[in-house]
Nanobody
Framework: QVQLVESGGGLVQAGGSLRLSCAAS????????MGWFRQAPGKEREFVAA????????YYADSVKGRFTISRDNAKNTVYLQMNSLKPEDTAVYYC????????????????????WGQGTQVTVSS
């Protein structure tokens, strides 16, 4: 079994920054693709960013491109989401997700591409 635990959420003013972390435990010996999603109140969960096992392939939603950066440290089984220039519309619960046993350069942008999910961390951006 795999456990994903997000951290780093909080309250920040517009224009500020936060760094989210997602630590994986359990079945972490095989290659995995990781992703970040978010869900705002009253809205469906949406894709934010994805990264391949190698870290060489990344993909971002248009709404966060140029402001957010996804990265990973495989030695620590952790993926990060650096969020800069935050806007009130970035307010949401942020979830990390993982899929194991993938090609080292694969990444996924749809929820169906992932097998494991964290519990989420709240990010609130005040105007």
């Amino acid at each position: 079994q795999v456990q994903l635990v997000e951290s780093g959420g909080g309250l920040v003013q517009a224009g500020g920054s936060l760094r989210l972390s997602c630590a994986a435990s359990g079945r972490t010996f095989s290659s995995n693709a990781m992703g970040w999603f978010r869900q705002a109140p009253g809205k469906e969960r949406e894709f934010v960013a994805a990264i391949s096992w190698s870290g060489g392939s990344t993909y971002y939603a248009d709404s966060v491109k140029g402001r957010f950066t996804i990265s990973r440290d495989n030695a620590k089984n952790t993926v990060y989401l650096q969020m800069n220039s935050l806007k009130p519309e970035d307010t949401a619960v942020y979830y990390c997700a993982a899929r194991f046993g993938v090609h080292s350069d694969s990444y996924y942008t749809g929820e169906a591409g992932y097998d494991y999910w964290g519990q989420g961390t709240q990010v609130t951006v005040s105007s």
